[in-house]
């Protein structure tokens, strides 16, 4: 059936973290980090991510 193919693919979706200013929205969005945080920040691994929903950009740490 069709649907059993699907299942693996629905699996492999990357999880995304959600907006911690609309609770709704994702951070799917990759945003290039200012030149501070590029800087100051380099040793720790902090990304830059868009929500989809409200726009609002936050920096989310990594978690191991
Ligand atoms: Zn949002």
Redesign the pocket.
């Given at each position: 059936m069709v649907l059993d193919l699907n299942k693996e693919w629905i699996n492999n979706v990357q999880t995304y973290r959600k907006?911690p200013?609309?609770q709704?929205?994702q951070l799917d969005t990759r945003v290039k980090r200012s030149f501070l945080v590029k800087y100051v920040f380099f040793w720790m691994d902090v990304k830059r991510y868009e929500?989809n929903?409200?726009?609002?950009k936050s920096y989310i740490k990594r978690e191991a």
């Open positions: 907006c200013h609309c709704k929205g929500c929903t409200c726009g609002k």
